[in-house]
């Protein structure tokens, strides 16, 4: 089903009974916030600077809190992750990035409970892109701006309006459940809605042969190009923290003032120097290019070969906010020649 | 809502001083249900905590035939190593597993065994040699070579005579060099498999230690005749989650944590051309 939505109107609906998360901020720094009313949003960002993961994998979470000392200690494991949630105006890359993510989450003979809940307690209203960054890659990625794969309900923005379409018996619930907020859609609409996609796809529509580039990765092991990458970066990690699919993370034991011992996860980084140093001193991957190499092969040779497709969205952050012009399509493309 | 993160609380039963800087620590679970239901095999790990100083990774160094303690025998060397020489009989650690592969049981039934271990590279081995002793109708000839830098440095030297009485067990000990007073017999270990000559005929050959040693002792297994998928090692990698997920101690695209940490020098071989 789609209709006009009133979205603020839906907005103040949904608050009564979900946490509500949205794009919140301006150019310089935003993410996936919860708001109240539609005014707290921004629904004009291409994506977010922090990507959706936060919300299923937090930069910082809490495991557990440990009670007393020595003989007595008890663990307090954290309880209730979350209520039950709607994310609104998440883009198809981001909502491909919880999907890849929630292969390495729940997949396996143990799934991350913690994700798995998340994942479980959230809708997911998506929001047609219209207007791809000059940085953004997806349809090389085999996601594009209109792609739904993932999400409950969509939103695409036309003539200052909403339209908003179901994709699942979750999403159609929506319908029945706020009749008051829809309103019919017509067909100048629709056809404004078919011509925006058209337009959009056109100016998306980078094409990539990932097989071949794989088939090349793992045929140059020693691929000069990990060399000169890494002369340039600088380990600064931001690629891997702010990319959508980068599942990497660190765990430790804090305690804050006066607050008890807990014990935390953390967002870690496959750039970092530490990542893999072990007690004994050895480092497999003690030196900056086999780091880069890591980071690369993860991305388009080992996430395919245990998961069947690329560890990425092509949502363009990595490249964005690099501070030495690390380019990643660029080094696909020259991997390909 | 369960959490894969939140470990078993263990107590510390037992402290074992192995050598100066090796202590093996005899744990119990605290709720004696947990305890119950867990079992594992030979070659697998386990997350050991230390709250307040973190979790580190470290096999299960004890038989699960022998179900009164689970045993860790660790070396001290960084931060959460020097929190567990710290710790005191009667203290709370967490636990998390078993994970991770076992040694390749249905393979190593029925044949000869090799050990080959050096230093701590000894703990992961005597999970698999107790568990052969106690099941002995089940493998033939047992020998077991084992080196350390010195004497002082050799561990479980408190089994040795129980090794040495059990019927078609060998074991032969040496050190990289001499300090004190030491009438065994001095060699590198890769020197000394050298010279031992064992046959590979139906025999599977398991070896842990440091790097270089495995490296030196894979090829004089070669020279010997192994076959790659009859050479096995553990592999050791930086580990946070144990379960294939925080992503440090993958080689390509296998992870060490679930995927091994056994593996054939087959595998093995495959996996180093990422290195």
Known sequence: MEKIVNLSRLIEELVKEYDVFAPVGDDNFSQFSPIKNLGEANLDLINTTKPLKNLFLPQSEKLFSVDGAKENITLEPKKNINNKRIILGAKACEVKGIELLTKVYTGGTLPDELFEERRKNTIIIGLSCLEPRDTCFCAALGVNPFEEKGMDLVLTKINGKFVMKSLNQKGEEFFKKYPDVFSEINKEDLEKRDKLKESVLKKQNLSLDLKEIKEKLDKEVDNPLWEEISQRCINCGICTYLCPTCQCFDIHDEAGKGQALCRFRTWDSCMFPDFTLMAGGHNPRGKKKARIRQRFMHKFSYFIDNFYEPGCTGCGRCIKFCPVNVDILEILKKVKD | ?275
Request: charged share 25%; hydrophobic share 40%; aromatic share 10%.
């Open chain 2, 1 to 275: 809502m369960k959490n894969i993160y939140l470990p078993y609380l263990m107590v510390v039963k037992n402290i074992i001083q192995e050598t100066f800087d090796v202590k093996t620590l005899q744990l119990v679970f605290k709720n004696e249900e947990e305890g119950k239901n867990f079992s594992f095999l030979p070659g697998q790990f386990c997350e050991f905590s230390v709250f307040g100083a973190g979790e580190a990774t470290f096999c299960l160094a004890s038989s699960p035939t022998r179900k009164e303690f689970i045993e860790c025998s660790i070396k001290k060397i960084g931060k959460i190593t020097n929190a567990i020489h710290e710790l005191k009989e009667g203290d709370i650690v967490g636990l998390r597993g078993p994970y991770g592969n076992t040694f390749p049981m249905d393979l190593i039934k029925g044949k000869n065994l090799l050990f080959i271990g050096g230093g701590i590279g000894i703990a992961p081995l005597r999970s698999l040699i107790d568990y052969c002793i106690d099941n002995r109708a089940d493998y033939k000839q047992i020998e077991i070579i084992y080196g350390a830098r010195t004497p002082q440095d050799l561990v479980y030297t408190r089994i040795f005579d129980e090794w040495k009485k059990q019927q078609n067990v060998n074991l032969h000990i040496t050190v990289d060099r001499i300090v004190g007073d030491w009438k065994g017999h001095v060699d590198f270990v890769p020197t000394y498999l050298k010279e031992l000559k064992p046959s590979a005929e139906n025999t599977v050959a398991i070896t842990c230690g440091p790097p270089i040693m495995i490296k030196f002792v894979v090829e004089a297994l070669v020279a010997l005749g192994f076959p790659d998928d009859r050479i096995i090692s553990s592999l050791e990698m930086k580990m946070k989650c144990g379960v294939g997920k925080c992503g440090r101690c993958n080689i390509g695209k296998t992870y060490v944590c679930k995927d091994g940490p056994i593996f054939s020098y087959g595998e093995i071989k495959n996996l180093m051309r990422e290195f």
